[in-house]
T-cell receptor, first 113, second 112 residues
Framework: EAQVTQNPRYLITVTGKKLTVTCSQN?????MSWYRQDPGLGLRQIYY???????DKGDVPEGYKVSRKEKRNFPLILESPSPNQTSLYFC????????????FGPGTRLTVT | GENVEQHPSTLSVQEGDSAVIKCTYS??????FPWYKQELGKRPQLIID?????GEKKDQRIAVTLNKTAKHFSLHITETQPEDSAVYFC???????????FGAGTTVTVRA
């Protein structure tokens, strides 16, 4: 089954404790992206990747890191999480650049206390 | 960068009536405009998209119109049904750009 998976789905952590949210797709898509969703702000792009070892900042990259060592995986790293990073996070992939359908993962609900 | 504004933020309609959501964008070079639907607790899913060389596109009860001159595009849902209740997001991007900018979303409630 073609899909985008994320882990964990729910995470409660404390300020400053490094964490990684994994994202994997099995559709051989070149393009992958991370978004955060906050009430009243919609979906905001954090980072995106055009291919292996090629990443770039989205609109809200501060406090986040990503890597793309393999085509199928695109982890999101929060090295020192803060409460303002409490949010719902979505990973997405697409066979094309920004001008094509994006397939979203199920989401990760992160709470930083 | 691109700025997408979406209105209204909430919309309540009677079942069977039509719903219209409007979005404006700032970058005249944008040429791809998708609409995503997000049901409660679920992931966003693409429901329809339009490219700048087309003025209107329909898919059963949903349609999207684009006015490039005015830099706005709209989603029209006819004969609304309870399953149309969801949050709808518009977005914009342009060829050669890997960024996709979303609007803030519209919560649509269809009253039975």
């Amino acid at each position: 089954e073609a899909q985008v998976t994320q882990n964990p789905r729910y995470l409660i952590t404390v300020t400053g404790k490094k964490l990684t949210v994994t994202c994997s797709q099995n559709m051989n898509h070149e393009y992958m992206s991370w978004y955060r969703q906050d009430p009243g702000l919609g979906l905001r792009q954090i980072y995106y990747s055009m291919n292996v070892e090629v990443t770039d900042k989205g609109d809200v990259p501060e406090g986040y890191k990503v890597s793309r060592k393999e085509k199928r995986n695109f982890p999101l790293i929060l090295e020192s999480p803060s409460p303002n990073q409490t949010s719902l996070y979505f990973c997405a992939s697409s066979p094309t650049q920004g001008t094509g359908e994006q397939y979203f993962g199920p989401g990760t609900r992160l709470t930083v206390t | 960068g691109e700025n997408v504004e979406q209105h209204p933020s909430t919309l309540s309609v009677q079942e069977g009536d039509s719903a219209v959501i409007k979005c404006t964008y700032s970058d005249s070079a944008s040429n791809y405009f998708p609409w995503y639907k997000q049901e409660l607790g679920k992931r966003p899913q693409l429901i329809i998209d339009i490219r700048s060389n087309v003025g209107e596109k329909k898919d059963q009860r949903i349609a999207v119109t684009l006015n490039k001159t005015a830099k706005h595009f709209s989603l029209h849902i006819t004969e609304t049904q309870p399953e149309d209740s969801a949050v709808y997001f518009c977005a914009a991007s342009k060829a050669g750009d890997y960024k996709l900018s979303f609007g803030a979303g519209t919560t649509v409630t269809v009253r039975a």
